[in-house]
């Protein structure tokens, strides 16, 4: 009946993926009523907005985010709406803030920022630095490739490093796959729809 910072989180991130931004958004309303002082919400509503089409709006939720706490969690979230908005160069501002743990989100968004830019050099370095954790034998980092292969247009990639990620039950699966839209241009795509379909876990 009154729901914690992480009970709004994870219910806005589930209706989010299901993409009911109808019910995302009155849950966001609910926290700010009940829960003024909870910081995790401007992040939840930018992402709302951001999907709703609505960039103006989901920055500036982005950017109270950061104000109030100046965190990597904060900062990849500002980044990532920046890179999608295309303004590069205030993604790669933020993203470089949010490297902390060299997060394998942040790195792929990194390496797609500078890939837009024109810069291949920078931007495999951090595809090489993706794929060095990865042959080093950390997790979770499928997503993250493929999302660069996306951004590059190399689709048969793209879905490999996503099927490998469903097989080894990534963290962010059903969320990245349903939401982010470096993957838009793979929604018509057979085997992407039967991923999201059917993400056996």
Known sequence: ???TNYCICTAVSTFIAFGDL???TEIVKLSKKIDPSNVFVYG???IVLLLQDKPEPAIYSFKQAVEYLDISAFNYNLGWAYYHLAEY???LLYLNKATAGEHGYVLAFLSNSYFKMGDIKM???YREMLIKKQSSGRANLNIPLAMIFAARGKTEEALLFLEKAHKERDFGYAWYLNVD???DKLR???IFIDL???PGF
Do not use: K, L
């Open 181 to 183: 839209p470096v993957f």
């Open 89 to 91: 160069e205030n993604a």
């Open 1 to 3: 009946e009154v729901p």
């Open 22 to 24: 109808d019910r995302a």
């Open 188 to 190: 018509t795509n057979n």
């Open 123 to 125: 931007s495999d370095q």
């Open 196 to 198: 999201i379909r059917n």
């Open 44 to 46: 939840d509503e930018g």
